[in-house]
């Protein structure tokens, strides 16, 4: 069992549609959770992050955490062409540099 | 804003031969990392540092060296190149680790070992 899963879709959807994107991870330690955005041909960016479970807020995106199930999302409203990306979960423990990754979701939004 | 910068972008090289990777960064980081990415998986670390002079091994160290001798630079050498490195290659670097501080990425090296 990977640390880390992710469905690596890919997933397409309509312009304007909500994107529910998950992992689920197996390690009881990670505390830090990340969402990243890549582009093609480009390094990741941090879109989110949140320490713990909850949610947190930003724009359009909205993250998720539930320790309990092991299991965060990340949900983009009014999806737009330019969010077509692939999206990578990312999680630390406590002082731990060593950031785990799933393997990433490829999300196509159509105009 | 540079940023994080990487060269070379693209490169191929033959099994058994040797390269650096360049890594350099203008936000006066302390902490620099380097990962790969492979088709399929995501990130791996390969090594990472907390400042000049002090590098540690990540998840996937093997076939890889690190120096950091400034602050800002932090190359990563390929010795004796495998098929198993052809990869992307990621250079990062944060203020802080990676709990709580965002990480920034540069735009990638492209590597083939054939």
């Known amino acids: 069992q990977k640390e880390v899963e992710q469905d690596p879709g890919p997933l397409s959807v309509p312009e304007g549609a909500i994107v529910s994107l998950n992992c689920t991870y197996s390690n009881s330690a990670f505390q830090y959770f990340m969402w990243y955005r890549q582009y093609s041909r480009k390094g990741p960016e941090l879109l989110m992050y949140?320490?713990?479970?909850g949610n947190k807020e930003d724009g359009r995106f909205t993250a998720q955490v539930d320790k309990s199930s092991k299991y965060i999302s990340l949900f983009i409203r009014d999806s737009q062409p330019s969010d077509s990306a692939t999206y990578l979960c990312?999680?630390?423990?406590?002082?731990?540099?060593?950031?785990?990754f799933g393997a990433g979701t490829r999300l196509t939004v159509k105009p | 804003n540079a940023g994080v910068t990487q060269t070379p972008k693209f490169r191929i090289l033959k099994i058994g031969q040797s390269m650096t990777l360049q890594c350099t960064q203008d936000?006066?980081?302390?902490?620099m990392y380097w990962y790969r990415q492979d088709p399929g998986m995501g990130l791996k670390l390969i090594y990472y540092?907390?400042?000049?002079?002090?590098?540690d091994k990540g998840e996937v160290p093997n076939g890889y060296n690190v120096s950091r001798s400034t602050t800002e630079d932090f190359p990563l050498r390929l010795e004796l190149a495998a098929p198993s490195q052809t990869s992307v290659y990621f250079c990062a670097s944060s203020y802080g680790g990676v709990s709580g501080n965002t990480i920034y990425f540069g735009e990638g090296s492209w590597l083939t070992v054939v």
């Open positions: 949140t320490y713990s479970s």
């Open positions: 990312a999680m630390s423990a406590d002082n731990n540099n060593d950031m785990r």
């Open positions: 540092s907390v400042g000049a002079g002090i590098t």
């Open positions: 936000m006066n980081h302390n902490y």
